[in-house]
Each structure stands twice: as structure tokens, then as C-alpha cells.
């Protein structure tokens, strides 16, 4: 029942931005960490930026102080700001949540379907 509905991919050029959304809904009883995946043809699923409930954020090497992740609790929402992009940011991102549906269920991680992000001049 729970879903992750993933917005905002697309074409940009170089040192161009883009901007993630990614909304959890459904029967959510609390909503932990949430965070941003991408993987290109041939390699693993990589973390680029996670954020907890609190407001905590990690991001990988890779984009540091390019790229933004933050949340909105009030929607359930978490979005990845991505700056100054590069041809090696092209990939599909997927958005992650880590969730109890009940206030007795076991923590479950719940991913969105993916979105392309193409960087090309």
C-alpha cells in the first residue's frame, strides 16, 4: 500500500540544475530516513544523499556541494536539488524510504520506481 511517487527528471545540459521530488504515501506510521539512489547500466545502486528524520544529511563524495537533499514531513516528501551537473551525474535516481506503517511493524525500506536524469550538451 505504501508508494513513492518520483518527480522532476529530465534533459539538462551541463552545469545546469534539476530538482527531485519524491512523495511516500499510504499507510505510513512514521517515516525515518529517506534518501536519493541512482545507478547507471553495469553498476551497483549508489547512495548520493540521505536525510533523516530529524534533518540530518549525508552525501556522497561525489556531489558535496553540488547537490541538496531536504524533506518536507507535513507531505511526506523528500527532494534532491541538483547543481552544477555533470555528465557523470546521468542515471536513473531512486528515491528510498525507510518506514513503519505501524506503530508495531518492523522497519521496512520502500523504493520509488526511478527517474532519469540525462546530462548532455
Known amino acids: 500500500q505504501v508508494q513513492l511517487v518520483e518527480s522532476g527528471g529530465g534533459l539538462v545540459q551541463p552545469g545546469g540544475s534539476l530538482r527531485l521530488s519524491c512523495a511516500a504515501s499510504?499507510?505510513?506510521?512514521?517515516?525515518?530516513?529517506m534518501g536519493w539512489y541512482r545507478q547507471v547500466p553495469g553498476k551497483q545502486r549508489e547512495l548520493v544523499a540521505a536525510i533523516t528524520s530529524g534533518g540530518r544529511t549525508n552525501y556522497s563524495d561525489s556531489v558535496k556541494g553540488r547537490f541538496t537533499i531536504s524533506r518536507d514531513n507535513a507531505k511526506n516528501t523528500v527532494y534532491l536539488q541538483m547543481n552544477s551537473l555533470k555528465f557523470e551525474d546521468t542515471a536513473v535516481y531512486y528515491c528510498?524510504?525507510?518506514?513503519?506503517?505501524?506503530?508495531?511493524?518492523?522497519?521496512?525500506?520502500?523504493w520509488g520506481q526511478g527517474t532519469q536524469v540525462t546530462v548532455s550538451s
Open positions: 528510498n524510504a525507510d518506514l513503519y506503517r505501524t506503530q508495531w511493524s518492523a522497519l521496512r525500506s520502500y
Open positions: 499510504g499507510s505510513i506510521y512514521r517515516l525515518n530516513a
